[in-house]
């Protein structure tokens, strides 16, 4: 059996991310930024908010509490109109999608490693115990 070093695995996880970049969930994701970013609704409205984020900052620090309940308000308006924007909408569903396929891929690489390691060493997989585990629980003791 090869041994493979942190190296290998590295490199290899990086022509994992490269095949990532080129699916069709990152392609739908950096064509709907790019919307974002040439939306002049969207651009206005975020600068609003962070205005309006500044504002807040500024009015905490002071114990303002009134004027802070006030633009905090503002903020939550400003928020639900921007994720009614529609290319909002699809940038938000294009994230979802990329940290979804993310999240298989960390899954699935996890689940094989566990999977491996309990299967060469002899364990068992409907219990998700190592060999050393299931000696273990055969009722043969070290003592």
Do not use: W
Request: contains cysteine.
């Amino acid at each position: 059996m090869a041994k493979y070093t942190k190296e290998d695995i590295i490199a290899r996880a990086r022509e994992l991310a490269a095949m990532i970049s080129e699916t069709e969930e990152v392609d739908f994701f950096k064509r709907a930024e790019a919307q974002i970013n040439q939306n002049q609704k969207v651009r206005e409205k975020i600068a609003s908010l962070k205005s309006l984020q500044k504002s807040a900052v500024n009015f905490q620090h002071f114990g303002k509490t009134e004027a802070l309940k006030m633009v905090e308000a503002k903020i939550e308006k400003i928020e639900q109109e921007i994720d009614e924007i529609p290319v909002v909408q699809e940038f938000k569903s294009s994230q979802v999608e990329v940290n979804d396929l993310l999240q298989v891929v960390a899954h699935t690489i996890s689940n094989t490693v566990t999977n491996q390691i309990i299967e060469s060493t002899g364990g068992d997989l409907l219990r998700g115990e190592t060999g050393s585990q299931v000696e273990n629980t055969s009722g043969s003791s070290c003592s």
